[in-house]
């Protein structure tokens, strides 16, 4: 028969599994020497509006903000409320985008790089080291570790997630405003059924993804995304 864990079992398993995301790795390069450290996420790989944002944090060692998690995990308030915070208490912080353009005239997979690559670039001091989410490094001048799932498991990487999507659905925003037939400012460029019958009404506006299906099924659609293939962007 098993028996119940005692307290001192139970605290011991949440020091070695902590909830959310640490700033364990973060500390183990500092403590080598290497700093500043900057987490790297991108948001809007997905949807078929709208750029791919990316945002690069390094966090102040001396004050990480509770309650830092992957932003998909939490309530549009909690990523508010933990926005302005990183804001307000991180050492640097930039965020930076590609274009649809951009998307279309490459990939998805290369414009969620270069706006990573953009991010760490524009932060004002330069980073010794990166982690980032995923299974691709971007193009930064330094060493990076891509981190699967690692917007829940490094602080740094969550917080730069959060901030991330808090711009992007902010730009989702303003681009309802200005064509509010799409409802952009609901489902922030997403294929939502709301979405898709607003494309079929409406048909493709000038910020949406013509590489996606299912722009790029439809004939009139054909020579607006040859152009801008043909377009010429550098990082």
């Known amino acids: 028969m098993a028996r119940k864990p005692t307290a001192e079992a139970l605290t011991d398993s ?101 706006a990573m690559s953009r991010a760490v670039a524009a932060l004002p001091a330069a980073p010794a080291h990166v982690l980032v989410d995923g299974r691709d490094r971007p193009a930064v001048p330094c060493d990076a570790d891509a981190i699967i799932g690692g917007d829940a498991l490094v602080a740094s ?34 294929g939502s059924a709301a979405h898709r019958a607003a494309i079929e009404t409406h048909g493709a506006s000038p910020w949406h993804r013509l590489s996606f299906a299912p722009f790029r099924l439809m004939p009139e659609h054909a020579g607006e995304l040859a152009r801008r293939r043909q377009s010429t962007w550098s990082p």
Not at 22 to 47: K, N, Q, Y
């Open 157 to 190: 990487i969550a917080a730069a997630s959060i901030v991330a999507k808090v711009a992007r659905d902010r730009m989702m925003a303003r681009l309802d405003a200005i064509c509010p037939q799409y409802g952009f400012g609901k489902h922030m460029g997403y």
């Open 14 to 114: 949440l020091i070695l599994f902590p909830e959310g995301p640490v700033f364990d790795r973060e500390e183990r390069l500092r403590a080598r020497g290497v700093w500043p450290v900057a987490g790297i996420d991108e948001v809007g790989r997905g949807p078929l509006a709208g750029p791919v944002v990316a945002a690069a944090v390094v966090l102040d060692p001396a004050d990480v903000p509770d309650g830092l998690n992957d932003s998909k995990k939490l309530t549009r308030a909690a990523r508010d409320r933990l926005h302005d915070e990183i804001m307000a208490r991180a050492l640097h912080v930039s965020v930076a985008s590609a274009s649809v353009w951009e998307i279309d005239a490459t990939d998805i997979r290369k414009a969620s790089l270069t």
